[in-house]
C-alpha cells in the first residue's frame, strides 16, 4: 500500500481515537479546564469538534491521494508524526496519573501502529535529513494544539449558530 494510501486511513483512524477520547469526554475535559476558555469544555462543542476535525482530514488525504505533491506530502508527514506525538502524549499522561486516559487505548493500538506503518511505507531519509525530522516533531507538536483550538472554535461556532437545532 502506497503512503498516499495510506493518508486515506488517517481520518478513519483520527476519527476512532476522537471517539474513545469523546468517550472519556469528563476527565478528558478536567485535564483542559485550566488551558481553554469555559465556553470550549461543552460537551456539544467537543462532540462538534470531533467531528469536523476528521472531516477536515479526509478532505486533505482525498487531495493529497488526487495529486501529490512535495507540498501535501510534507503536510502528510506532518500531520502523521503530529498524531504519533498525541499518542505518545496519551501514553505518558497514562503514566503520570496512573490510570489510563481517555484515547490512551486508540493511541496504542490504533494511533501508533497506523503512524509507524504509515512513516515507515514513506522511507524517507531519516538519517540523511536528521533536521527535516525535527522540523516534523516540532510541527507535530505544534499540529496538535492549534488543531484542537480551531476545531473546538469552530463547534462552539457552529453550536451558537445552530443552537435551535443543536440542543
Not at 469555559?38 to 462543542?45: N, Q
Not at 462538534?48 to 506530502?73: K, Q
Not at 522540523?135 to 449558530?161: D, E, M, N, Q, R
Request: net charge positive; charged share 15%; glycine share 4%.
Amino acid at each position: 500500500m502506497s503512503f498516499s494510501a495510506l493518508i486515506l486511513l488517517f481520518p478513519f483512524v483520527l476519527a476512532v481515537h476522537n471517539l474513545d477520547e469523546f468517550r472519556g469526554y469528563a476527565e478528558f475535559s478536567s485535564t483542559l479546564h485550566r488551558r481553554l476558555d469555559s465556553r470550549l469544555l461543552d460537551r456539544r462543542v467537543f462532540a462538534i469538534a470531533a467531528v469536523l476535525l476528521p472531516l477536515a482530514a479526509a478532505a486533505f488525504a482525498i487531495g493529497h491521494y488526487v495529486d501529490s505533491t512535495p507540498a501535501s506530502r510534507f503536510v502528510a508527514r506532518t500531520v502523521v508524526i503530529a498524531l504519533l506525538l498525541n499518542s505518545i502524549g496519551h501514553c505518558a499522561m497514562s503514566i503520570w496519573r496512573r490510570k489510563p486516559m481517555p484515547g490512551t487505548i486508540t493511541a496504542i493500538g490504533i494511533v501508533v501502529p497506523y503512524s509507524c506503518w504509515t512513516l515507515y511505507v514513506d522511507r524517507w531519509d531519516v538519517a540523511a535529513t536528521a533536521w527535516l525530522l525535527l522540523a516534523y516533531i516540532a510541527l507535530g507538536a505544534i499540529t496538535i494544539p492549534v488543531a484542537a483550538f480551531l476545531s473546538l472554535w469552530a463547534g462552539y461556532a457552529i453550536k451558537k449558530t445552530c443552537s435551535r437545532w443543536i440542543q
